[in-house]
C-alpha cells in the first residue's frame, strides 16, 4: 500500500526516525531541538502515506514543527539550541504564557509541551508494537497508547476523530512493512534499542517541566 504512495527516495525509513530522536542529546545531556523536529517530521511522513483521515492530525504536528523551526531560524535562535536553553531563554524574559492564554500563544515552551505530550504517546505505542503477536491489532494499541497520554489533554471532538482515525490504521505485518526495517524480528529488535532513548529524551523534557512548573501551559 504504501509503496505505491511513497517513491524510493521518499520511502519512510523508520531506523532514520528513531536515529534521530537518539540524536537528540548532548554530552549534559540536554535536548537538541533541531533534531527533536526532524524527529517528528519523518514521523509525519511515515504518518501521510498512511491516508488522509490523519491529515487533521498532521496539519496539526506540522504546524507546531514549523513553529519550532521559525523560532530556530529567527533573530533569537541561538537560544532555541536545546529545550533547556530555550526554557531558560522564554522563562528569563517573560515570553510564556504560564496560567491563561495571552501574548504569546507560539512560545516554544507552550508549543513543544504538546510535542512532548505526543512522545509519551509513541513511546506507548511502540511499546505496545513490540511485545505484540502477529494478529496484534495496531488500532487497539495506538488508542490504548493515546487513552493513556494524550487524551487527557484533548476535547471530546478531537478524541473523537482520533478515534475513527485509529480505525483506519492497517494491520501489524503492513505497519512492520511500511517501517521499512526487515523482517519482523529485526523491527523488534530495533524498537527494543531505540525505545530506552526515547524514553530518555522524554523523561529528560519532562523533569525539566516539571521543575519549572510548565507541564500544564494553557
Ligand atoms: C513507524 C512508527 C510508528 C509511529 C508513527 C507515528 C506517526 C505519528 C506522527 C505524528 C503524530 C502526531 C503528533 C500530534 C501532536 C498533537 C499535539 C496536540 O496534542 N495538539 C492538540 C493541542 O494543541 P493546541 O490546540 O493546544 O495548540 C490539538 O488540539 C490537536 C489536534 C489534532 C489531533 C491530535 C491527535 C493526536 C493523536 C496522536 C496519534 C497519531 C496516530 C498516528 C498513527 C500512525
Redesign the pocket.
Known amino acids: 500500500m504504501a509503496d505505491a504512495v511513497m517513491s524510493e527516495e521518499q520511502k519512510f525509513s523508520?531506523k532514520e526516525v528513531l536515529d534521530t530522536f537518539q540524536s537528540c542529546l548532548t554530552e549534559n545531556k540536554e535536548v537538541k531541538i533541531d533534531q527533536y523536529v526532524a524527529g517528528?517530521r519523518g514521523?509525519?511522513r511515515?504518518?501521510n502515506s498512511?491516508g488522509s483521515v490523519?491529515s487533521?492530525?498532521s496539519k496539526?504536528?506540522v504546524s507546531?514543527i514549523q513553529i519550532m523551526v521559525n523560532h530556530r531560524n529567527g533573530e533569537n535562535g541561538a537560544q532555541y539550541t536545546t529545550i533547556q536553553s530555550m526554557v531558560k531563554y522564554e522563562l528569563d524574559n517573560g515570553l510564556v504564557d504560564l496560567t491563561k492564554r495571552g501574548s504569546f500563544p507560539e512560545s516554544g515552551c507552550r508549543t513543544l509541551l504538546?510535542?512532548h505530550?505526543?512522545l509519551r504517546?509513541?513511546e506507548l505505542?511502540?511499546e505496545r508494537l513490540r511485545t505484540s503477536t502477529e494478529d496484534g491489532k495496531t488500532s487497539v494499541m495506538?488508542s490504548e497508547a493515546?487513552n493513556e497520554s494524550?487524551a487527557q489533554?484533548?476535547p471530546w471532538i478531537?478524541r473523537k476523530a482520533?478515534g475513527v482515525a485509529?480505525c483506519a490504521?492497517p494491520g501489524r505485518p503492513t505497519f512492520f512493512e511500511v517501517?521499512n526495517v526487515g523482517p519482523p524480528e529485526q523491527v523488534v529488535a530495533m524498537l527494543g534499542d531505540a525505545l530506552p532513548l526515547i524514553s530518555e529524551v522524554y523523561q529528560l523534557t519532562q523533569d525539566l517541566y516539571s521543575q519549572h512548573n510548565l507541564l500544564d501551559i494553557p
Open positions: 523508520l517528528w514521523l509525519v511515515f504518518m498512511l490523519f487533521f492530525i496539526d504536528a507546531k504538546r510535542l505530550r505526543a504517546w509513541l505505542f511502540l495506538c493515546y494524550l489533554f484533548h478531537i482520533s485509529f490504521l517501517m
